[in-house]
């Protein structure tokens, strides 16, 4: 098996693997971000370049360089290769420029965006972009669209990666949408007077990295580092039935496939993954639907995180308190990074 090095980490990996998923055998920062790959997608990758590196030798037998940053996610791996990612000044500030072309047509609306807190974009922007563009042009602008009775699209924040496309193509029974136009008239629609209307439907949503594509059913309810997310799964005969409920109090506000550290759905012993289908993830928003298997392991680095669970009742029970009321039937108790409620 070849045996490839990156940023000063050796790893031995079997024929075929990618750079992607080699650095994802390791782990940790070295792992190059990602906006258009998708493991259980075939065909995912190679649009968006942000997960691009420095190949320093090319292998072993032949230990020239390759002159340009490659795309990982299509880069296979040979025997004796060196790979420069995070180590690599020239890399960092290559997919820099590829962040700031990702931004230039796309809104700044964050604050009013349902996909805050969870978007890769913000991601990739804080962690790999610039506190500036020096685009001067306006930005393309869209309406936005109905594709589906509880589906939104708002192409204006649409990166183009291909994701939803992939999933109308090969896990539902009828694509009715795709890529139209090109350039930067390029522009995810439907067939005319068509609409996307499906058992799996919803799972375009799910595996959009940014805000484009919307549950209807959540729109502007809450925040998700409001809410608290709980593994739950039910007897389904379309789908696993394995799903991550999002709770605000006692109500479900939405529902989504799980995830894992990669942002895409959790696959199962075969290793395929686990798409839900529309009764699961529209149809069961109460809790006497599902069967709770425990609160969802957040990563510590996410906003998710933030005050959960024990803080959610500590911010409440002080935002009554400063405003005279009482904090009826909650029940003060102190988590880990829980407010001090003897801090007046």
Same mark, same amino acid.
């Given at each position: 098996?070849?045996?490839?090095?990156?940023?000063?980490?050796?790893?031995?990996?079997?024929?075929?693997?990618?750079?992607?998923?080699?650095? %994802?055998?390791?782990?940790?920062?070295?792992?190059?971000?990602?906006?258009?790959?998708? @493991?259980?997608?075939? =065909?995912? $990758?190679?649009?968006?370049?942000?997960?691009?590196?420095?190949?320093?030798?090319?292998?072993?037998?032949?230990?020239?360089?390759?002159?340009?940053?490659?795309?990982?996610?299509?880069?296979?791996?040979?025997?004796?290769?060196?790979?420069?990612?995070?180590?690599?000044?020239?890399?960092?500030?290559?997919?820099?420029?590829?962040?700031?072309?990702?931004?230039?047509?796309?809104?700044? +609306?964050?604050?009013?965006?349902?996909?805050?807190?969870?978007?890769?974009? *913000?991601?990739?922007?804080?962690?790999?972009?610039? &506190?500036?563009?020096?685009?001067?042009?306006?930005?393309?602008?869209?309406?936005?669209?109905?594709?589906?009775?509880?589906?939104?699209?708002?192409?204006?924040?649409?990166?183009?990666?291909?994701?939803?496309?992939?999933?109308?193509?090969?896990? =539902?029974?009828?694509?009715?949408? $795709?890529?139209?136009?090109?350039?930067?008239?390029?522009?995810?629609?439907?067939?005319?007077? *068509?609409?996307?209307?499906?058992?799996? @439907?919803?799972?375009?949503?799910?595996?959009?990295?940014?805000?484009?594509? !919307? +549950?209807? =059913?959540?729109?502007?309810?809450? %925040?998700?580092?409001?809410?608290?997310?709980?593994?739950?799964?039910?007897?389904?005969?379309?789908? &696993? $039935?394995?799903?991550?409920?999002?709770? *605000?109090?006692?109500?479900?506000?939405?529902?989504?496939?799980?995830?894992?550290?990669?942002?895409?759905?959790?696959?199962?012993?075969?290793?395929?993954?686990?798409?839900?289908?529309?009764?699961?993830?529209?149809?069961?928003?109460?809790?006497?639907?599902? !069967?709770?298997? $425990?609160?969802?392991?957040?990563?510590?680095?996410?906003?998710?995180?933030?005050?959960?669970?024990?803080?959610?009742?500590?911010?409440?029970?002080? !935002?009554?308190?400063?405003?005279?009321?009482?904090?009826?039937?909650?029940?003060?108790?102190?988590?880990?990074?829980?407010?001090?409620?003897?801090?007046?």
């Amino acid at each position: 098996m070849p045996i490839v090095t990156i940023d000063d980490i050796k790893i031995e990996v079997p024929e075929g693997t990618s750079i992607l998923q080699a650095a %994802r055998m390791i782990g940790g920062d070295i792992v190059p971000p990602t906006m258009c790959y998708y @493991s259980s997608l075939k =065909t995912s $990758g190679g649009y968006c370049r942000t997960c691009i590196v420095k190949v320093e030798q090319g292998s072993a037998k032949d230990p020239r360089p390759i002159p340009k940053p490659v795309a990982s996610c299509r880069t296979t791996v040979m025997d004796g290769m060196v790979v420069r990612n995070i180590t690599s000044p020239e890399n960092l500030e290559a997919r820099a420029g590829v962040v700031e072309f990702l931004l230039l047509n796309h809104p700044l +609306d964050c604050p009013v965006c349902d996909q805050a807190g969870e978007c890769h974009l *913000q991601d990739l922007s804080y962690e790999n972009g610039k &506190s500036e563009t020096r685009y001067e042009f306006p930005r393309r602008e869209f309406d936005p669209i109905d594709i589906g009775d509880k589906i939104k699209l708002h192409m204006n924040r649409c990166i183009l990666c291909y994701r939803c496309v992939k999933v109308a193509d090969q896990i =539902t029974d009828g694509r009715c949408h $795709g890529v139209i136009n090109r350039g930067e008239a390029a522009e995810i629609s439907t067939y005319i007077e *068509q609409a996307i209307d499906n058992d799996f @439907s919803g799972n375009v949503i799910d595996v959009c990295p940014v805000g484009a594509l !919307t +549950d209807k =059913t959540f729109r502007f309810k809450s %925040r998700v580092w409001y809410t608290k997310p709980l593994d739950a799964h039910r007897d389904c005969k379309k789908c &696993s $039935g394995k799903v991550r409920l999002w709770y *605000q109090g006692e109500e479900v506000l939405r529902v989504t496939a799980r995830k894992d550290e990669w942002g895409e759905v959790e696959k199962n012993e075969a290793g395929n993954a686990d798409w839900i289908c529309n009764e699961c993830r529209f149809d069961k928003k109460e809790a006497k639907d599902w !069967t709770i298997d $425990g609160p969802t392991k957040v990563d510590r680095h996410s906003v998710i995180s933030a005050n959960h669970y024990e803080g959610l009742k500590m911010i409440k029970a002080d !935002t009554l308190r400063m405003m005279g009321a009482k904090p009826h039937g909650i029940k003060v108790e102190l988590g880990e990074g829980a407010l001090d409620p003897n801090n007046k």
